[in-house]
């Protein structure tokens, strides 16, 4: 099984940073199948990036994904309070994986 | 608008069993597949489960192959999780979740989600 580790575990910025969030998978993935979700406290996750680049409907264009075979990244151009949350990928090009989740912090 | 919604949680004995059950409308439910995740409380997410809209391709995370079950009814609209053998483990918030096509995509609606507690 794909297992994807993301990094870093916590980061931690201001309002108008800019994040850059990491997710690598053991082994390629198969037609840059992976997905990225955000999670804020108490809520249901909502995807913001599917097949590693494509931003879901209602998503801001400051989001943005870019990768390919075992390494991803999720970048948030200039940070906004409502983007503190964690955010999950996930491979869906052989069965399907999580990762552990990278948590967005203000600094 | 798409809803999701779960049902069948609950407080179940290390060993038992119990079957959830996520009802959808707002969408040609056998045109997509489904998914359950969970998520332990504090913990992060876990993806579970996976079904095809024809129900013909089945997907389980390897802690839960051969005590889990899905399938689907799509003249119900509905979708199930039968679980056999539960463990503390297992306790968990589970969402069941929509996919963006019918085999193998992201998923891009969740429901609210069942509690199921595995204690004695």
């Known amino acids: 099984d794909i297992v994807l580790t993301q990094s870093p575990g916590t980061l931690s910025l201001s309002p108008g940073d800019r994040a850059t969030l990491s997710c690598r998978a053991s082994e390629t993935i198969k037609s840059n199948y992976l997905a990225w979700y955000q999670q804020r406290p108490g809520q249901t996750p909502t995807l913001v990036i599917y097949d590693a680049s494509s931003r879901a409907t209602g998503i801001p264009d400051r989001f943005s994904g870019s990768g390919s075979g075992t390494d991803f990244t999720l970048t948030i151009s200039r940070l906004e309070p409502e983007d503190f949350a964690i955010y999950y990928c996930q491979q869906y090009g052989s069965s399907y994986t999580l990762g552990q989740g990278t948590k967005l912090e203000i600094k | 608008e798409v809803q999701l919604l779960e049902s069948g949680g609950g407080l179940v004995q290390p060993g038992g069993s119990l079957r959830l059950s996520c009802s959808g409308s707002?969408?040609?439910?056998?045109?997509?597949?489904m998914d359950w995740v969970r998520q332990a409380p504090g913990k992060g997410l876990e993806w579970v489960s996976a079904?095809?809209?024809?129900?013909?391709?089945?997907y389980y995370v390897d802690s839960v192959k051969g005590r889990f079950t899905i399938s689907r009814d799509n003249s119900k609209n509905t979708l199930y999780l039968q679980m056999n053998s539960l463990r503390a483990e297992d306790t968990a918030l589970y969402y069941c979740?929509?996919?963006?096509?019918?085999?193998?995509?992201?998923?891009?609606?969740w429901g609210q989600g069942t509690l199921v507690t595995v204690s004695s």
């Open positions: 979740a929509k996919e963006r096509k019918i085999l193998l995509s992201a998923i891009d609606s």
């Open positions: 707002g969408f040609t439910f056998s045109t997509y597949a």
């Open positions: 079904i095809s809209g024809s129900g013909a391709n089945r």
